[in-house]
C-alpha cells in the first residue's frame, strides 16, 4: 500500500464527518472574529498515536492571548475526527499502518490526508483564507503537533 492507497482509504471515513467539520470551523471563524486581536490564528492539529499503528485524533486549538476562553468555551467540539479502540477494532476502521512504513510514514500520510479533506471547509472570508484582503497569513494551519505543516 503506498500514501494514495492510504489516503483512499481513509477518504470516506472523513468524508462521514465532512458536514459536522463544516458546521464546527464556521463557529470557530465567528469566535475567533468575535474575540477581535485577542486571537491570532485557528490551528488544526494532527495527532498519530504513540503506537502509530492507525488510530489518530483531529483537534482544533485557538492561538493567542484569548486562546484558552476558547479553547475552553469549545472543550470537545474541537475535537473533529478520532479514532479509538473498540470491542471489535479500531472505530472508525481505519487501515493499519502499511508494512515497512515509519511513524513518519504514516504521519505524513494521515496529515496530508486530513489537510486534503480539511482545506476545502476553512470558511471563506475568514482571516487568512484566499480572497479575504487584509487577514493575516497562516490564520488557519493544519498540521502535526511538533509544527510541522500540511
Do not use: C, K, N
Not at 29 to 44: H, M, Y
Not at 49 to 65: I, K, L, N, T
Not at 84 to 102: F, I, L, M
Amino acid at each position: 500500500m503506498d500514501a494514495q492507497d492510504y489516503a483512499d482509504a481513509l477518504r470516506p471515513l472523513l468524508a462521514a464527518r465532512t458536514e459536522d467539520a463544516a458546521e464546527r470551523l464556521e463557529r470557530f471563524r465567528r469566535a475567533a472574529e468575535e474575540a477581535g486581536p485577542g486571537i491570532d490564528g485557528v490551528l488544526i492539529d494532527v495527532f498519530v498515536d504513540q503506537d502509530a499503528e492507525g488510530p489518530f485524533d483531529v483537534w482544533v486549538r485557538f492561538e493567542g492571548d484569548g486562546a484558552f476562553a476558547l479553547d475552553r468555551r469549545f472543550d470537545a467540539d474541537r475535537h473533529l475526527f478520532g479514532v479509538e479502540w473498540g470491542e471489535d477494532g479500531w472505530e472508525p476502521d481505519v487501515p493499519p499502518r502499511p508494512r515497512g512504513w515509519t511513524r513518519d510514514d504514516l504521519e505524513r500520510a494521515v496529515l496530508d490526508a486530513v489537510a486534503e479533506w480539511l482545506s476545502p471547509l476553512l470558511p471563506p472570508g475568514s482571516p487568512g483564507s484566499p480572497g479575504s484582503p487584509g487577514s493575516p497569513d497562516g490564520f488557519w494551519r493544519i498540521g502535526l503537533p511538533d509544527g510541522a505543516d500540511a
